[in-house]
């Protein structure tokens, strides 16, 4: 008997116990059908029944059929990438049309407390099947990977003895400090900050980038003059 398609894209892409029975799986590679959606959670709100999503801010949760723990709350699905368990907001980052498949259990003996909201396995595709979902009319480019994390050069000067540098040694750091984690909450907004000046600048350009909790982004750069209030 000739397997559907359905059966062949399971065998490529799910193993294990996951490739077991399932409430509904649904196939993104052999429908035919145009996604434009950005993530995979708004493609399957209101096409998967019994699937809630919400939205709060940059983060995502979804529900299966109300359910609810013993002390009255509902329990939030489990959501597993290419079979492995990771957090709703990461998935949310990946286009809706670089999906292949998504599995929906209504418990699932692997997860924690078996899976008692559902699970929700979702597989990226790979092979032949991506490549076939990047045709474009356009140019395709190609980006290398990530960088070498590399450490923040900042010298200490914590020890106040003059160092005696030839011009060639002098401090001459266009960047003086970088603070790649900055959180507040909303309570204390005051950040201290300290560093070592290099050896010219009398004024500093501060910069700020990043988002709030609800998903904006922030940026704010301003001229700084030690001899003026600045904020």
Sequence with gaps: KKKSAIQELEERYASGLFSGLTEKTIDLVNGGEK?????????????????KVVKNGINYELFYRNRFSLFGGPIPMLVYLDEMQTDARLVATIPANQVSMIKVFSSFVGAEGN??????????????DLSSSLSTSGDIFQYKGYSVIKEFYAPDYSSGK???????????????????????????????????????SRSFKVVVEGMTSEGKMVFIEKIINPDKKAF
């Design 162 to 200: 003059p160092l005696n540098l030839s011009s060639s040694q002098k401090d001459q750091r266009i960047t003086l400090h970088w603070q790649p984690d900055i959180i507040v909450d909303g309570v204390d907004t005051k950040v201290p900050v300290q560093f070592y000046n290099n050896e010219r």
């Design 35 to 51: 996604i434009y959606q950005n993530n995979i959670f708004d493609y399957i709100q209101g096409r998967v029944p019994g699937i």
């Design 115 to 128: 899976g008692a909201g559902g699970v929700l396995a979702v597989y990226t595709k790979k092979g032949a």
